[in-house]
């Protein structure tokens, strides 16, 4: 049989060798935003998954738009000669092209690690002050952020370009803006979370004038060709929020900015909302904006067969599929999904013998 989740795919100049994606995951190990040998060891373990790209967790364009003490920065020199290493390595032991994704954490910010609580810093654990669309917490006895000023969306703004430049300096394959989440750019898209009064509240159009000014300025540096997408929210999950309708409506606001693609995930715009929890709860919005706003789509959410995501592809859903969680209870998902689906994917002749054409006459000889 044949496999469409491992056809080749070209996503703005970019060939990939099936619709595989590793998406982005915070490790919480940085050392004051620089990676470490801790992320060359997952990132190089990623690399030989199976899947076809790779995309680093998210990465913040200023020292206080990190989620936690923990998290990686691209805001200096030290951070970009760090993550070259780690890509450069990375690159050299395995097959998958690599991806980053740029991000602010706006009122989500100055937060604990996950094993150490998850909440808003301690006054004795060195938090900082952070901003946001409006003075709003995001969760019970969390910080209340400042509300953003014109100088602030500049710095903001630039800090987000010096950021690309830098990763383009790297050699990234592929840049993705972090507009979901409740971070800093969603944080302005949801009427839940912004209620301010001038032009940058109120209506969709108002509330998205910030966020497409970033997608802008990020369109001017990256070259065409180099893909250039968003994570959005497909849905707040929560009556008064964003829903389907508005990220197609997103989608397609960022399609006319030169955006080449777009990832459907959902929620987290404030503490106490959850998200769905059947596989797959993210699909049918990303069919959606697929449809409805002519752009190339890849979806995540609890995404975990191989026969689940051959669907997606075959049925034109989306054109990629996104796993985390899936990735790192198998590293190899890629490898024995293959397998599944009786299809062919790279390895490193290292490993060749746990090739599926190559261990039956192994075994023999054995």
């Known amino acids: ?31 004051d935003g620089c990676a470490n040998d801790w992320h060359l060891m997952h990132l190089g373990m990623l690399a030989n998954s199976g899947a076809s790209l790779v995309i680093v967790e998210a990465t913040h364009v200023e020292r206080h738009g990190r989620i936690t003490h923990g998290c990686l920065g691209l805001y200096s020199d030290d951070n970009e000669a760090a993550l070259a290493r780690v890509v450069s390595s990375a690159r050299r032991a395995g097959s998958a092209k690599f991806g980053i994704q740029i991000a602010h954490a706006g009122r989500k910010a100055s937060a604990q690690k996950p094993w150490e609580g998850a909440g808003s810093l301690t006054p004795d654990a060195d938090p900082w002050p952070t901003i946001a669309a409006s003075p709003l917490p995001w969760g019970e006895n969390w910080h209340v952020p400042r509300e953003v000023t014109q100088a602030d969306m500049t710095r903001v703004r630039d800090a987000f370009v010096s950021s690309i430049q830098r990763a383009l300096r790297i050699g990234f394959d592929e840049i993705e803006l972090h507009f979901a989440h409740g971070y800093l750019a969603h944080g302005f898209m949801s009427p839940l ?35 250039l997408g968003a994570r959005i929210t497909g849905s707040d999950w929560r009556e008064g929020g964003l829903t389907p309708d508005d990220a197609v409506a997103i989608a397609k606001a960022l ?25 797959g709860f993210n699909v049918a919005i990303a069919e959606r904006v697929k449809k409805e706003a002519g752009i190339p789509t890849r979806c995540v959410g609890l995404i975990v067969k191989p026969g689940h995501a051959e669907e997606i592809v075959v049925k034109g859903q989306a054109d990629m599929v996104s796993m985390a969680r899936a990735f790192l209870d198998d590293p190899h998902w890629g490898w024995h999904a293959a397998k599944a689906l009786g299809a062919e994917v790279a390895r490193p002749v290292q490993y060749a013998r746990a090739g599926p054409k190559l261990w039956a006459p192994a075994a023999a000889k054995a």
């Open 255 to 279: 399609k006319a900015e030169g955006i080449d693609f777009i990832c459907v995930s959902s929620g987290g715009v404030a503490g106490d909302i959850r998200n769905p929890t059947e596989p």
């Open 1 to 31: 049989m044949s496999s469409t989740l491992f056809t080749p795919y070209k996503l703005a100049g970019l060939e990939l060798a099936n619709r595989i994606v590793v998406s982005p995951m915070c490790q919480y190990s940085a050392d």
């Open 193 to 227: 979370s912004n209620k301010r009064t001038d032009e940058y509240g109120g209506s969709f159009e108002n509330r998205m004038r910030f966020p497409l000014s970033i997608a802008r300025a990020a369109r001017a540096v990256v070259p065409k060709g180099l893909p």
